[in-house]
């Protein structure tokens, strides 16, 4: 998620403390994160 995240939204509301996932869009393109998450799936195993 090049976004970043709420604590306070949506399944995780009441459930952690407040530490949010800043933007990753300052340092990743999003071609580039989808390309690692494609990579990361291919770890897997089968």
């Given at each position: 998620m090049v976004e970043g995240s709420?604590?306070?939204g949506s399944h995780?509301?009441?459930k952690v403390s407040g530490l949010a996932?800043?933007?990753n869009k300052v340092?990743?393109?999003e071609v580039d994160a989808k390309k690692?998450?494609?990579w990361?799936?291919?770890l897997a195993p089968k």
């Open positions: 709420n604590p306070y995780w509301k009441d996932m800043p933007p340092a990743i393109q690692l998450v494609k990361i799936l291919t």
